[in-house]
T-cell receptor
Framework: EDKVVQSPLSLVVHEGDTVTLNCSYE??????LLWYKQEKKAPTFLFML????IEKKSGRLSSILDKKELFSILNITATQTGDSAIYLC???????????FGSGTKLNVKP | DTEVTQTPKHLVMGMTNKKSLKCEQH?????MYWYKQKAKKPPELMFV???????INESVPSRFSPECPNSSLLNLHLHALQPEDSALYLC???????????????FGEGSRLTVL
């Protein structure tokens, strides 16, 4: 059965800390892995990863994919209270627009 | 601002009511999705339309009836719902699967449904 597992489920840090969120997957016909941030409403897109070892970076956020070991990490450096959200990992499979979501990691950044 | 627009933002209905959720996008995407999200859970796929044809139905009960009148619009018709159907219903769009990467899903802000 196809699945996406995120860890930890929740995390509490203080401003300025660096955090690493994990996403492992077992998905037949993997095509891409996506990271989303969800605050109160719709998930907002962060990164799409398709190739192993190539880091994607946006400001304090970065992500990398390992297709051999079937996982991805999302790093957030110098965390701010505005980073508090649920971070969702989704894996796209070939054919039929199928996306599998992990259960998310709830990040709480305290002042 | 999201480019996927959902209405209504909030809906309260009784178990005997008939209502509809609407979703609209003007990004030229030919794949549109309905997801259901319960509190503290990830989005669960319900339906996918590709080129206005239903391509995925994740064994959703028939009290949920999707409709894709054209490439920009997606509806979800609701009838005889149960209280456990209360959730955030998210619409999303993307490029269709044409052998290349589909890319990201663009989500609307959701319709929060409460069934009494």
């Amino acid at each position: 059965e196809d699945k996406v597992v995120q860890s930890p489920l929740s995390l509490v840090v203080h401003e300025g800390d660096t955090v690493t969120l994990n996403c492992s997957y077992e998905v037949t016909n993997f095509r891409s892995l996506l990271w989303y941030k969800q605050e109160k409403k719709a998930p907002t897109f962060l990164f799409m990863l398709t190739s192993s070892g190539i880091e994607k970076k946006s400001g304090r956020l970065s992500s990398i994919l390992d297709k051999k070991e079937l996982f991805s990490i999302l790093n957030i450096t110098a965390t701010q209270t505005g980073d508090s959200a649920i971070y969702l990992c989704a894996v796209e499979a070939w054919h039929f627009n199928k996306f599998y979501f992990g259960s998310g990691t709830k990040l709480n950044v305290k002042p | 601002d999201t480019e996927v627009t959902q209405t209504p933002k909030h809906l309260v209905m009784g178990m005997t009511n008939k209502k509809s959720l609407k979703c609209e996008q003007h990004m030229g995407h030919r794949a549109m999705y309905w997801y259901k999200q319960k509190a503290k859970k990830p989005p669960e796929l319900m339906f996918v339309y590709s080129y206005e044809k239903l391509s995925i139905n994740e064994s959703v009960p028939s009290r949920f009836s999707p409709e894709c009148p054209n490439s920009s619009l997606l509806n979800l018709h609701l009838h005889a719902l149960q209280p456990e159907d209360s959730a955030l219903y998210l619409c999303a769009s993307s490029h269709p699967d044409s052998g290349e990467y589909v890319g990201e899903l663009f989500f609307g802000e959701g319709s929060r449904l409460t069934v009494l």
